[in-house]
């Protein structure tokens, strides 16, 4: 919660004393709610290039406020120093009008606009079914995108599809002995190969399908359209298993129109006139070290093929060539030391390193009553991301993923993922929203309806009040969760929402005088307005989530 008028207040007056002009006013609440609403330790922050007491210093800054006009009833000095304030309760009480009559638009900012990034998350080899590593990923980068789009940024979420390499080959080498297999033959997965059920799918799908072409040798042509079918059909489902997480991407770029469109070599040709090029041992190597990578990095080898490295770089280069002014990857753990020779390699073609930006995501770990859940039958190697959803639910997959932050090594505990209780987090919050979509319901209230320009002090209990001041953090939660690129710091704001709205529900519950409906008509009237404002909050803070606000549980 902020008062942008007090902040600028502050700066004057800290400037009127001769402190400069480059000062950062912050205000936060503070941990007791004895000591106020807001507080600063500005005066101690200035009082050594003034070479003041902070104290008194303080008390100078409180005597050039109007409090009144700032909306502040009440304000002190404690401590060394801290300038301590409460708000105006009529004004916390006009901003839960505000927050109703914003609704769906509660929370947005504009600080954004003008900005196009472009988020790139995902980005799975197409030889299998997503896993649960994957679903993390597409949670946490779909939320980053619904982040920025909030606060008025432009965002593409686009797919990476590596569909070159050893590991393509890897793949129709399976399918093809799974084939063979069905005609009857001997044969033998490769070394590396693919053993899941899905590639028996596959062979099955292709037997069906084009056995007239390829019961067959299997030339170079047949080889080609078994990869065709393969990729387009792993593609397909990983765009499906997308579409019931609730994901949906503006652009897939595939690794091979990377090679196609000559970006390696017109790339190459850039770096080399930029002379960060040089040849060794037959290799042509790019100075990474000199832009704060710790050894220098292979571009070409020496049989002329090009790293994994090479691409990488082209494929950025073209982000930046679309118009993009940030690209954001999400990562697994695996690439965390590709980071600084990716930045490396922007810094050297002059796009600087703040254009490229890494959200590293950590493993998750599936747990069934303390026990690891290792497999699925049909991938036969790990848990897919459809057997997750199809056994919690998108909604309690999504917020699993989102609690914590994406740097964290997380456990899955299916236990408490099936839980309908408040020990479930996500059932908490949503719960939370369904309890105030349930009082319009009783009280046959149409919530767009609720009267907003009436007499608003019946709202005089603190847990009222407190619940208010925590909707108004509403909008600095999400700008900071926006430029961190961290979408739990909106979890853990829903957790303590839904902590104070059900302790507020429960308290009219057991209290009748604190009840919303069956009050006398101006009290209810008045808690209306906190209940629609509380609900407009907690939808906005799930949508930002890709997680359903339910009407009723």
Not at 30 to 59: C, S, W, Y
Not at 153 to 158: G, I, S
Not at 510 to 528: I, M, Y
Request: glycine share 8%.
């Amino acid at each position: 919660m902020q008062l942008p008028e007090l902040a600028r207040a502050l700066e004057r007056a800290a400037q009127a004393l001769g402190a400069g002009d480059e000062l950062e006013v912050r205000l936060e609440r503070p941990k007791d709610v004895g000591h106020g609403d807001l507080a600063t330790n500005l005066a101690m922050l200035i009082a050594g290039r003034l070479g003041r007491v902070p104290r008194e210093l303080a008390e100078e800054l409180l005597g050039a406020l109007d409090l009144p006009a700032l909306h502040i009833e009440h304000a002190e000095v404690a401590g060394p120093g801290f300038l301590n304030f409460r708000i105006s309760r009529d004004y916390l009480r006009d901003q839960l009008r505000e927050i109703c009559r914003a609704d769906q638009d509660y929370g947005r900012s504009s600080w954004g606009v003008g900005h196009l990034f472009n988020v790139e998350f995902v980005s799975a080899n197409p030889t299998g079914p997503l896993h649960v590593g994957h679903g993390r990923g597409a949670a946490v980068g779909d939320a980053i995108a619904r982040l920025l789009e909030f606060t008025g940024h432009k965002v593409q979420r686009e797919f990476y599809v590596n569909d070159a390499g050893a590991q393509i080959d890897k793949l129709i080498d399976s399918v093809h002995a799974r084939y063979r297999q069905l005609q009857g033959h001997e044969e033998s997965i490769p070394e590396g190969g693919y053993h899941g059920v899905y590639v028996t799918e596959l062979a099955s799908q292709l037997r069906a399908e084009q056995s007239n072409r390829l019961d067959g040798e299997w030339g170079s042509p047949e080889r080609q359209l078994v990869r065709r079918y393969t990729l387009q059909r792993m593609q397909d489902e990983q765009r499906e298993d997308m579409r019931a997480f609730r994901v949906e991407f503006d652009e897939f770029r595939t690794e091979s129109s990377v090679y196609e469109s000559g970006q390696i070599e017109a790339t190459l040709a850039e770096l080399q006139a930029r002379g960060l090029i040089y040849q060794r041992e037959g290799a042509q190597w790019l100075r990474t070290t000199t832009f704060g990578d710790d050894k220098d990095r292979v571009l070409v080898k020496s049989d002329g093929s090009c790293t994994y490295f090479l691409p990488d770089i082209a494929y950025h280069r073209d982000k930046a060539q679309r118009g993009f002014e940030v690209a954001i990857d999400v990562w697994g753990a695996d690439h965390h030391g590709y980071v600084p020779r990716m930045k490396a390699a922007m810094d050297a073609l002059g796009l600087g390193r703040d254009f490229f930006e890494a959200v590293i995501v950590q493993l998750v770990r599936v747990e069934r009553s303390g026990e690891e859940v290792k497999f699925s039958k049909r991938a036969g190697e790990f848990v897919t991301l459809t057997d997750l959803i199809e056994e919690v639910g998108t909604d309690v997959t999504r917020y699993f993923f989102l609690e914590r932050g994406p740097q964290q090594q997380m456990v899955f505990d299916l236990d408490l993922a099936k839980e309908r209780s408040e020990k479930n987090p996500v059932y908490k919050v949503q719960y939370a929203h369904a309890r105030l979509r349930s009082v319009y319901r009783r009280g046959g209230i149409d919530p767009t309806q609720i009267e907003l320009d009436i007499d608003l002090s019946p709202l005089v209990q603190p847990e009222a009040l407190e619940l208010t001041k925590t909707l108004l953090d509403f909008p600095d939660t999400v700008a900071a969760a926006a430029r961190s690129r961290e979408p739990h710091r909106v979890t853990a704001y829903l957790d303590g929402l839904a902590n104070q709205l059900n302790s507020w529900y429960h308290m009219g519950t057991r209290n009748h005088a604190l009840r919303v409906l069956g009050q006398e008509e101006h009290v209810t009237k008045a808690r209306l307005v906190l209940a629609r404002a509380a609900e407009v909050v907690v939808r906005n803070g799930l949508w930002l989530l890709g997680i359903e606000a339910p009407e009723r549980m």
